[in-house]
Nanobody
Framework: QLQLVESGGGLVEPGGSLRLSCGASGVTLDYYSIGWFRRAPGKDREGISCITSSGRGTDYVGSVKGRFTISRDNAKNTVYLQMNSMNTEDTAVYYC??????????????????WGQGTQVTVSS
């Protein structure tokens, strides 16, 4: 059973940066596309980025495009989300779900079967 663990969340000031990590235990992520989702207070879960199993394909929603970068290191079995120029609207719990598929990905919630517990990110001065 694939278990995903998000880490790297915390408190950051507006304009600051944070890097989230997504790891898995017991299963290689080589054959999985990975997404990054977030749930802000009082809002639905939102897909913001995804990366294909090879890492050659990525996608971003408009609100994070140009500020966030998704990447993966399959040798470390880890996917990252580098978040720059953060603002208060980025405050949310962040999740990295996985879907077993080669070289495709989606920011659609329904695409993913495996979810971690999430990591809290708070942007505040």
């Amino acid at each position: 059973q694939l278990q995903l663990v998000e880490s790297g969340g915390g408190l950051v000031e507006p304009g600051g940066s944070l890097r989230l990590s997504c790891g898995a235990s017991g299963v290689t992520l080589d054959y999985y596309s990975i997404g990054w989702f977030r749930r802000a207070p009082g809002k639905d879960r939102e897909g913001i980025s995804c990366i294909t199993s090879s890492g050659r394909g990525t996608d971003y929603v408009g609100s994070v495009k140009g500020r966030f970068t998704i990447s993966r290191d399959n040798a470390k079995n880890t996917v990252y989300l580098q978040m720059n120029s953060m603002n208060t609207e980025d405050t949310a719990v962040y999740y990295c779900p996985a879907h077993r598929i080669i070289d495709a990905c989606s920011t659609d919630l329904r695409y993913y079967a495996y979810w971690g517990q999430g990591t809290q990110v708070t942007v505040s001065s």
